[in-house]
């Protein structure tokens, strides 16, 4: 007896991208022609396998009044809490067995309902021209229209039509759609993110009238040498381009030269036009550029360009990938205000709305195809589908999905093959068949290291030094190769605290040609809403194969909230360099790469002791770009106190409204110091005075057989002693899959996150009070022989910590300095950086001023919770009833849970704030790096271990 099941789910397994979608085309707003959106509530049944069911939910008058209720965009396991199922993550590993191109009999099928009506006054079906599009869906779906098939497809982040005139009525249409996670298409998916099935993105119906555009290409070249542009709008149906502002009007294909202002990221020019068929109208933006690879360098309109860019995941920490246009808009906005120039659409292209916002506000754009195979790396690449000629078509068909729908958007310089593909023969179709369908545009891909298909050299995660010799041309590699210009399309991994070492990229890059700039990886934490956990990650699901916070690594933490690292890269990369030049002036250096200075106005203000005393407008010249001048500054005023420390912050603010920004908006900083401060010192006078119980000494009481702080004045502080723990970061504990030194790792092993305090003595001597121990782990014969001696002038008290490491120390230390905890402190005031978080190699974005905050609002809400919250180059702090003064300066952190229970929590909801305060007041701490991915901290940041001495003066202030 043989048995089938009533479903046809062959091609949920067919290599091929999928049959009876029409041929992809621009995507674009028609003027004329009706659209009918269908998002919104859809019927949803999931079932467990492909074959569950047979197809008769498609027909009419099939009953799914029991079926769930689930909004469309949207992926199904993010809805119904639980009940379709739950989110997967892995970073590269298939979370199915890799026996291309089968996929496992477990494979959660989404069936979606949605039953609509023609709106009143529409063209009546019998005139046919209508077109049923998706715009996303994830992995394979299978359409029928009134019970009839109409095709299947795969491709997730790529658009796809059917005609379906034919099959409409008036009214009671049955739109229905089988959606399978797993196909085929997922082993040409593997994506850093979310496995996320659904229908993600829009689904619309359009009608197309009689004579109505199909399909068409705008070409909008820029003359840099004759400041004209020439414009060709090529059409699959003839007719007319307008363009009122530029007094163009010709048929199509005809070109028309005319001089224009070009477009380009710095000055988005946008000239809107008309294209005009006998059927149709369809508004145009054009902006004019010329991309081209000359001289070795990637130019736009005849002048290289420098990418300060970023790799943009789509994401919503609620709806997934299904986003709204306020969320891309947002995104947008915020890359602009922190001066970002550039976005590689990581690993697909992205909701077309969004190339929209980039043409309109002004950002490069590196397109990229929906592909990724990086799970063959575990097998050696063996039965990659990029190098089986059977997978070709798929690939092809995915690669030209991307460039006709995008190929009119001028934010648009590169489109890129995919990503962590490896390489292969249906790479190099890709590349010939975009090659020449557009020779407008460059054509990237990271993996092709030889560069055979590509017009630049790609790398991901290349070490500074390695970047370094690139820029200087002593990589080696092919000779194509080397003629070619340099990007790194990911770089300075944002995972947790951090990046670092991010002004040290920027150096290299300014300092050579050839090194056309980096993209951050990436944008946005993909933390998932939870209402037990704050934020979900990998394995927070139950998944059995999980790569954990990996997918938590943006530059904005996941309700889009930037990070201090988004707000160091502001600083890292902004267009105007504002420097201490000669006494009494600062040198401004226009650092963009077309516009002058003109859109901002410059202000100066000078402090004393972090408080402004005095400030002023600045007159800057128009600087060219890549222009600079030195600009005198006022006289500083002559009343600043003896012993005061004074300087100047000079402020890049956008001279008045734009697109993006309000006026007054800072876009550049620099600050100019004038004076040094007096470094705190106290003249031991008072005498210390034991007692049974407590030692005094001035303001200060100690525990007499330990030598412990216990009060200074009324304020109790408990205690105080060295650390050098801190919870380790993301960076620190680097990734698994690293040869290199992973610091986090090896302080674990040595055991300094418990750290065993001896005491040694405790002297009394005629004016000081010395406390000397040693602190070093268990198992170990490393550690640190450490001396505190306190001495007071009878209403201050100093203390002066002396480390001297015992042993072989081949490790650095997290930390350097001392901690202790208050009973009640909430708001905190200090002289120093701020107002964010700072570390030794992410640093840049610290602006010394006298800044204020909760203990509270000290804290970075990381979606794993890890060391954060130190202030920089603090003078003195003040809390609980203290005063902390510091030489030399020092890292201030304040928190309501201690650096263990810290570095504990998998979460935030595991952070439960205690009834003690603790404070560190840190004479070092170790660099951050990007090491989650790329290299760690360069070694002028590493925290050796070496001979230390450091000071506090402490005055209780209630």
């Known amino acids: 007896m043989s048995f089938r099941t009533t479903t046809d789910i062959g091609y949920v397994e067919d290599v091929s991208p999928g049959a009876g979608a029409l041929p992809p085309r621009a995507w674009y707003a028609s003027s004329d022609a009706r659209s009918l959106s269908l998002n919104g509530r859809w019927r949803l049944r999931v079932s467990a396998t492909a074959d569950a069911e047979d197809d008769s939910f498609a027909e009419e008058g099939y009953d799914a009044g029991d079926w769930a209720e689930v909004t469309v965009p949207g992926h199904w396991v993010l809805q119904g809490e639980g009940a379709f199922g739950s989110p997967v993550y892995t970073n590269h590993l298939y979370p199915f067995p890799v026996d291309p191109p089968r996929v496992p009999t477990e494979n959660p099928t989404g069936d979606h309902l949605r039953v609509f009506d023609l709106p009143q006054g529409w063209p009546d079906v019998s005139e046919g021209g209508f077109v049923l599009r998706f715009d996303g869906v994830e992995s394979c779906a299978r359409v029928w229209l009134n019970g009839t098939d109409i095709g299947e497809f795969k491709g997730s982040r790529l658009a796809h039509e059917f005609a379906v005139g034919h099959l409409l009525r008036p009214s009671g249409n049955i739109l229905a759609v089988r959606v399978h996670q797993w196909s085929a298409g997922s082993y040409l998916e593997d994506q850093d993110q979310w496995w996320l099935p659904g229908i993600f993105r829009d689904v619309t119906l359009l009608h197309r009238p009689a004579g109505s555009v199909l399909d068409f290409f705008v070409h909008a070249s820029y003359d840099h040498v004759s400041a004209e542009g020439t414009l060709r709008v090529d059409s699959d149906v003839d ?54 690879l000359a001289d070795g360098l990637i130019k736009v309109n005849g002048r290289p360009i420098l990418f300060k860019g970023v790799n943009r995941h789509e994401w919503h920490p609620e709806t997934g990938r299904a986003l ?89 310089v590169i489109w890129s093959l995919g990503n962590e593909a490896g390489t292969g023969r249906g790479l190099t179709a890709m590349a010939d068949w975009i090659h020449g369908r557009d020779t407008t545009r460059l054509v990237h891909y990271e993996g092709d290291l030889n560069c055979r298909d590509t017009d630049v050299y790609s790398r991901m995660y290349a070490f500074h030094e390695e970047v370094e010799r690139i820029g200087r041309g002593l990589d080696g590699g092919t000779l194509r190769r080397r003629q070619l210009p340099f990007i790194l399309c ?17 150096r290299i890059f300014e300092a050579h040609d050839r090194l056309q700039g980096a993209f951050v990886w990436e944008w946005i934490d993909h933390g998932i809403k939870h209402p037990e956990l704050g934020y979900a990650y990998g394995g927070d699901f139950g998944e059995e194969l999980h790569d954990g916070n990996f997918v938590c690594d943006g530059l904005v933490l996941p309700d889009r909230t930037p990070s201090p690292g988004l707000v160091e890269f502001k600083k890292v990369i902004e267009p105007v360099a504002l420097t201490a030049s000669e006494d009494g002036t600062v040198r401004v250096t226009n650092k963009q790469d077309f516009a002058d200075l003109s859109a901002l106005a410059f202000t100066w203000a000078f402090q004393v ?14 600087l060219t770009a890549g222009e600079s001048a030195d600009v005198k500054l006022p006289q500083p005023p002559a009343d600043a106190p003896a012993g005061a420390e004074t300087g100047w912050t000079v402020r890049a603010l956008l001279a008045e409204d734009t697109a993006w920004g309000s006026e007054g908006h800072v876009v550049a900083w620099g600050q100019v110091p004038v004076s040094a401060r007096t470094l705190p010192s106290v003249t031991a006078t008072a005498v210390p005075v034991v007692g049974e119980r407590l030692i005094t000494l001035g303001p200060a009481s100690f525990d007499a057989r330990t030598g412990e702080l216990r009060s200074i004045g009324p304020v109790e502080v408990t205690g105080l002693r060295l650390d050098v723990w801190r919870a380790t970061t993301d960076n620190d504990d680097g990734a698994p899959w690293q040869s290199d030194v992973r610091h986090g790792v090896l302080w674990r092993k040595l055991g300094l996150h418990r750290m065993r305090h001896r005491l040694d003595a405790v002297e009394v001597g005629p004016d000081a009070l010395t406390v000397r121990t040693r602190v070093a782990p268990a198992a170990w014969e490393q550690g640190l022989a450490t001396v505190y001696r306190w001495s007071s002038d009878g209403d201050r008290v100093q203390l002066t910590v002396s480390v001297t490491p015992e042993g072989d120390w081949t490790v650095p230390l997290p930390r350097l300095g001392v901690r202790f905890g208050l009973s009640e402190a909430d708001r905190l005031t200090w002289f120093g950086g701020g107002p964010g978080e700072a570390y030794p190699d992410s640093r840049a974005a610290s602006t010394v001023g006298r800044w204020q ?12 919770p890890q060391e954060n919250g130190a202030r920089a180059d603090v003078r003195w702090a003040e ?12 890292w201030f952190t304040a928190r309501r849970w201690t650096s263990e229970q810290l570095d504990a929590a998998r979460h935030r909801s595991d952070l439960v704030p205690g009834g003690t305060v603790w404070v560190n007041l840190d004479h070092g701490q170790h660099g951050l790096g990007s090491q989650s991915c790329g290299p760690g901290p360069l070694p002028q940041y590493f925290l050796n271990a070496a001979p230390a001495e450091f000071s506090f003066v402490f005055t209780a202030t209630g």
């Open 239 to 292: 007719g007319r381009v307008t363009v009122p502002a530029l007094g163009v009007d010709v048929p199509t294909g005809e070109a028309v030269t005319v001089p224009v202002q070009p477009w380009t990221a710095e000055t988005p020019t946008l000239y809107d036009g008309e294209l005009v068929t006998e059927g149709e109208r369809v508004a145009l933006r054009i902006g004019f550029r010329t991309v081209e």
């Open 324 to 412: 709204d246009p306020e969320t891309m808009r947002e995104d947008v906005l915020l890359m602009k205000r922190h001066n970002i120039n550039a976005v590689r659409t990581s690993h697909y292209p992205p909701h077309p709305a969004f190339l929209d916002l980039c043409d309109e506000y002004g950002l490069w754009v590196i397109d990229e195809c929906d592909l990724e195979t990086h799970g063959f790396v575990e097998q050696d690449w063996r039965d990659n589908p990029v190098d089986d000629d059977r997978w070709t078509p798929a690939l092809l068909d995915r690669a030209a999905r991307m460039v006709e729908r995008d190929k009119n958007h001028p934010s648009v």
């Open 490 to 506: 990911e770089y300075a991994h944002a995972m947790g605290n951090g990046p670092g070492g991010l002004a040290d990229y920027q």
């Open 609 to 622: 002791d972090g408080e402004t005393v005095a400030s002023g407008d600045l007159t800057v010249p128009a």
């Open 853 to 864: 905050s909760t203990v509270d609002g000290m804290q970075t809400p990381y979606v794993r």
């Open 879 to 890: 809390l609980g009833g203290l005063r902390v003064e510091g030489d030399p300066e020092f």
